[in-house]
Structure formats: C-alpha cells, structure tokens
C-alpha cells in the first residue's frame, strides 16, 4: 500500500503523466474483453479452435472466444442471422446456399478439407452407390450430408428421386442403423467410427469425402454486419486457429487429449479422427480465394455445389461467388 500513498505526493505533471499513461492503456483493456460467441459441432476438422479455446490462445489476441456447441449444423445460420451468434463455422455449401437465399454470410478463413471424415455408410449388403436405389437413406436435409450424398448419386448416374430419404440429424444416424431399421446412413465423424465399431462388423463405407477432395470445406463464417464491426476480433480468431494448428503440430499427444475430450473420445481416437480431415495452414489459404476451376477454391467447388443445390431446388439461381467470402484476414495475417 506504500507505493500509492508515494504516488499521491508526486508534483502535478508527474501525476498528469501516469494519467496519460493510463489513458493509453485503456484501448488495449477494452480489446482485451472483447468476445465474440461462434457456433460449431462436434468435429475433429476444428481442433485448431478447440486447442485454442482449452489453453486461451485468444488472450495474446486481445479476445475471447466462447464457442457454443449445436448438435445439427443446419441451425447455425439462423442463430447468426437472428444476431444470437457473431459468427459460425460452416461448410461452404451451407453458405453457398445461404448467399443464394439471401443472407449476408461471408467466409473469412477456410479451416479444413474433409478427407474421409464425411462417409456415407451402409450394411454390407450393400456394396456401391448403384445398391442405393429404392433404399431408405438417412441425411441431414441442407447440410453436408445431403450434399455429399447428391454429389455421390449424381456421379453415378443417379439423383434424389432413386432413394427413400429420410430425414434424420447426424447424431441420430447411428442408432437407426443399430437397429435394423435403416440401411444407409450418410453422417461424420465420430458417427462414422461408432458406426464401423458396431459388434458383428455389420456395416462400411460405400462412398466418402476422400472421393470428392475439397467439395466439403468447412469455413469460418460472420455476416458482413459483423465484419464491418468486429475486425479486430476476427482477425485475432484467425490468429488463435493459426496458433492452435501450431501447438497441434509441435506438441500432437497433448492435443490429441484436449481434442479427445471435445469430441468424446480417446486420444488415439481423436488421433484417428483427425486423420479423416486436412487442417489448412495460413500460407495455403489464399488457394481458396484464387479463381480456379480446382476444388481447392471456392470457384471450383462452389461451381460444382451450386449446380446440385440448383438441380435439386435448394437454391434459386447460382450466386457469384466473389460475394460468399472476404479475404481481408487472411491476406493481413500472411504478409
């Protein structure tokens, strides 16, 4: 207590100096306990973000992020836009066919391909995609699963108006086919593994993510409101994914037990998992901004995702796809 009573008998412009002094540090307090709430699910493909979250890697940043978990990703974008959430992470058709419509979502960091973690899984009566016709399939109706499993029915000769669908949340995939009452499920890790680990070895995957790299890209996503607002702290989420890749990379066991316990599984399992996604470094970020034909931009696989979505109703007419994203954080961080 000696040092304010100290402080009290300094001369006036001394004591206008600390004033000052504090006045400067005032900004960086007030970022200091920025927020922003972002949704998201249970998914191996944002480790990043959960490891960020578990050690506050924000705070460096100057924010804090709290992460609000949803068990069907089809009601992130209504939580957004009904300015419950600032943000969410989504997959790039979600906001393909959400621009479509109207909304105002723009991407502002791609976070990772699926590579084998999005599966479509069946009895092993089944033994391809031509199987599938007359069969009840169960998918999550706007949501990667319905988009893979068009994607996959369309690359085989075939369209929504060969199955029985039915409409089921990933979750619940599962247990329907547990029971015997549905042959074909379409979902994503860690359903797919529950469902490969089912006693008897009953079940298998018929078509995956594997065989449409980079169609199914999950992103970060904020509507241009937000964006125009928040900067700072958008671009300190991106850093914090980007710190978060790297205390993955550098130390794998510790972070395979934080995302192990996100995703409710072992460390060996979340290691499993992980394996199912490819998270996107910072320097190879800008491929999905660049206009290509690849499915490694959104160009190429927006392409490809708004003509399914148009052919089967979902969309009125295909959007430019310059207005689905906004690179400013992405190009600010990588100079």
């Known amino acids: 207590m000696s040092k304010p009573l100290y402080l009290r008998s300094l001369r006036k412009t001394l004591l206008g100096a ?19 709430k972002v949704g ?8 990043p973000f959960y490891v960020a979250d578990k050690l506050d890697l924000y705070k460096a940043h100057g924010l804090s992020v709290e992460l609000q978990f949803f068990n069907d990703p089809a009601l992130i974008p209504t939580a957004m836009a009904g300015g419950a959430l ?8 979600q906001v393909v066919g ?7 979502h723009k991407v502002v960091m791609p976070i990772d391909f699926s590579n084998g973690g999005d599966a479509i899984v069946a009895d092993k009566s089944i033994a391809s995609v031509a199987d599938f016709k007359g069969k009840k399939i169960g998918y999550n109706p706007l949501s990667p699963s319905d988009f893979l499993l068009a994607y996959a029915l369309k690359s085989n000769g075939m369209s929504a108006k060969d199955i029985n669908p039915l409409n089921m949340t990933p979750e619940a995939i599962p247990g329907a086919m ?19 680990g089912m006693p008897g070895g009953k079940f298998h995957v018929v078509y995956s993510s594997k065989q449409a790299p ?83 931009s959104f160009y190429g696989s927006g392409a490809v995702i708004a003509q399914l979505l148009k052919d089967n109703g979902q969309i009125p007419a295909i959007p430019d796809f310059a207005k689905t994203y906004d690179a400013q954080f992405v190009q600010a961080l990588a100079k």
């Not at 600390?18 to 306990?33: D, E, H, R």
């Not at 600032?86 to 058709?93: I, P, S, V």
């Open 40 to 47: 998201t699910v249970v998914w191996a493909g944002y480790a």
């Open 18 to 36: 600390c004033l000052a002094t504090v006045a400067a540090v005032l900004p960086f307090t007030s970022q200091a306990v920025e927020k922003l």
């Open 178 to 196: 547990a029971s015997g009452s549905l042959p074909v499920g379409v979902t994503y890790e860690p359903n797919v593994s529950q469902i490969l």
């Open 214 to 296: 980079g169609l199914i890209t999950d992103v970060l996503v904020f509507d241009e409101k937000v964006i125009a607002k928040r900067q700072a702290a958008i671009k300190a989420m991106v850093q914090g994914y980007v710190d978060g890749l790297a205390y993955m990379q550098s130390h794998p066991d510790e972070s395979a037990k934080i995302i192990g316990k996100v995703l409710g599984v072992s460390p060996e399992e979340a290691k499993t998992q992980m394996s199912g996604v490819y998270n996107i470094p910072l320097a190879e970020m800008h491929k999905n901004f660049e206009k290509s034909d690849a499915t490694s």
């Open 98 to 104: 959400g621009v479509a419509k109207g909304l105002a």
């Open 86 to 93: 600032d943000g969410g992470m989504l997959t790039y058709d």
